[in-house]
Nanobody, 127 residues
Framework: QVQLVESGGGLVQAGGSLRLSCAASGGTFSRYAMGWFRQCPGKERELVAAISWSAGSTYYADSVKGRFAISRDNAKNAVYLQMNSLKPEDTAVYYC????????????????????WGQGTQVTVSS
C-alpha cells in the first residue's frame, strides 16, 4: 500500500513562493497520476493541480493557473507543487493523493478518482 508524505509548507508573505514535495513509498508510483489538493477549515477539499503518470497531461484549478506548477520525478517517487505569487486565499492544508487507477492517460479532475492521501502540510500566506 502506498504511503505519501508531504513537506515544504510554512508561513510566507503574500507574493512569495513555496515548493511542496510529496514523497511516495510502496506501490508503483510511476504508473499513477498524482494530485495536489487543499482544504481550508469549514470548506470542502479542492483539487489544485494534477499530473498524469507520464507527466504528459496536467490539470490546474482556475484559481492557481499561471501561479502554480506541478511536476514529478518518477525516479525519486516524488511529486512537487511550485507555488508562486502566493495570496492569502491560498492558505490551507495541502495534501497529495494518488489516482485510484493506473496509467490514466488524461489526468482526471474528479476528486473521487483519488485515494491514498498523505497527512497534509500547512501553508499560511500572510497579507
Amino acid at each position: 500500500q502506498v504511503q505519501l508524505v508531504e513537506s515544504g509548507g510554512g508561513l510566507v508573505q503574500a507574493g512569495g513562493s513555496l515548493r511542496l514535495s510529496c514523497a511516495a513509498s510502496g506501490g508503483t508510483f510511476s504508473r499513477y497520476a498524482m494530485g495536489w489538493f487543499r482544504q481550508c477549515p469549514g470548506k470542502e477539499r479542492e483539487l489544485v493541480a494534477a499530473i498524469s503518470w507520464s507527466a504528459g497531461s496536467t490539470y490546474y484549478a482556475d484559481s492557481v493557473k499561471g501561479r502554480f506548477a506541478i511536476s514529478r520525478d518518477n525516479a525519486k517517487n516524488a511529486v512537487y507543487l511550485q507555488m508562486n505569487s502566493l495570496k492569502p486565499e491560498d492558505t490551507a492544508v495541502y495534501y497529495c493523493a494518488r489516482d485510484r487507477l493506473p496509467l490514466r492517460t488524461i489526468v482526471t479532475s474528479q476528486i473521487v478518482a483519488f485515494g491514498s492521501w498523505g497527512q497534509g502540510t500547512q501553508v499560511t500566506v500572510s497579507s
